[in-house]
C-alpha cells in the first residue's frame, strides 16, 4: 500500500510540473539589434553611437515615431557639443534649436544613455560599449513629431 501511494505522489508531481511547464528565466533580456547605425564625437571626446536597437530604444525606436531619418541630424546635435545634463551614472542629454529659413525652427533633444548597461539594466551593449542613444525628437511639436524640413 506504501509502494502505491509513494508512485501516485510521484506520479502527480510529474503532472502538476508539466501543467505548469519549466520555469521562465528569472531576467530575460528584450531583444534588440546592437548595430551601430551612426556615431558622433561631443565637445567632451565621448564617442555616442546610435544603434538600430528596437522598438523601445535606439534608431528603430524613434526614426519612424519621431520622423528623424538621416544620423546627420543627430550628429548635428551631438558632434562638438556638450550635453546640457549629465546625472552622473551615465544619462545624457543633448539639446539644440534647428532653423530652416522660412520653415521654422523646432527644439531637438537627444538622450544617451553613455555607459554599458541601461539604468534599469534591461538592455546591455556588452563589454567596453555604451548604449549609446535612447531617443532624439523635436520638443514642443505634435507627438513630439519633427517636421520633414529636419531630414533636408
Excluded at 546625472?87 to 525652427?105: M, Q, T
Excluded at 539594466?121 to 531617443?135: L, R
Aim: charged share 25%.
Amino acid at each position: 500500500m506504501r509502494k502505491i501511494a509513494a508512485i501516485a505522489a510521484v506520479s502527480a508531481a510529474v503532472a502538476a510540473s508539466a501543467l505548469v511547464g519549466p520555469a521562465a528565466p528569472a531576467h530575460a533580456a528584450p531583444s534588440w539589434n546592437k548595430t551601430v547605425k551612426c556615431e558622433a564625437k561631443d565637445e567632451q571626446g565621448r564617442k555616442v553611437p546610435t544603434r538600430i536597437g528596437n522598438s523601445e530604444l535606439g534608431w528603430n525606436h524613434f526614426s519612424g515615431k519621431h520622423n528623424i531619418k538621416k544620423c546627420k541630424v543627430l550628429d548635428g546635435i551631438i558632434k562638438g557639443n556638450k550635453p546640457s545634463e549629465n546625472d552622473g551614472s551615465g544619462r545624457l542629454v543633448y539639446k539644440a534649436s534647428l532653423f530652416n529659413p522660412g520653415k521654422g525652427n523646432v527644439q531637438f533633444k537627444v538622450i544617451a544613455q553613455y555607459s554599458r548597461k541601461t539604468k534599469d539594466e534591461k538592455y546591455d551593449a556588452g563589454k567596453g560599449n555604451k548604449i549609446g542613444v535612447i531617443t532624439a525628437f523635436c520638443e514642443r511639436v505634435s507627438k513630439n513629431k519633427c517636421p520633414n524640413w529636419v531630414n533636408e
